[in-house]
């Protein structure tokens, strides 16, 4: 049986973008100065985003006034979530999964630009983070 990777050429594509900024910005800033970064990436190699794409939640029937927002979501199905820590933490992934639960959408990337190499997971909806 073959192992189908979701969404493989555009968790790629996206992968490799980050992969650029880390190479030219290094490890060491805050998240915000990647974010802008990977936004101009993004935008050079032609990978269709939004930034920080507002989606509401609902609670049992009722539209909450509070949003959440990812970082960017990428091809209208990817969630990229930005981190620059020490390590992943459950909360990290927590974070992921939830979204793409309250989306439907079919695959998160949790990248981190706090290692001296950029570190990325995969995360699907169907899947646990621990």
Not at 94 to 104: C, D, P, R, S
Request: hydrophobic fraction near 40%.
């Amino acid at each position: 049986m073959e192992n189908k990777i979701v969404l493989k050429e555009e968790s790629f594509n996206i992968i490799g973008a980050a992969m650029e900024v880390h190479k030219i910005v290094g490890c060491g800033f805050t998240e915000p100065l990647y974010q802008d970064a990977l936004e101009q990436e993004l935008r050079l190699r032609e990978i269709p985003f939004y930034r920080e794409k507002s989606f509401s939640f609902t609670y049992k029937g009722i539209v909450l006034s509070k949003t959440f927002r990812p970082d960017f979501v990428c091809y209208d199905n990817v969630i990229v979530e930005l981190k620059t820590v020490a390590d992943f933490s459950e909360e990290h992934f927590a974070q992921v999964y939830n979204y793409l639960k309250a989306t439907e959408m079919q695959l998160g990337l949790l990248i981190n630009f706090g290692k001296k190499s950029l570190e990325y997971k995969r995360v699907l909806p169907n899947s646990k983070w621990n």
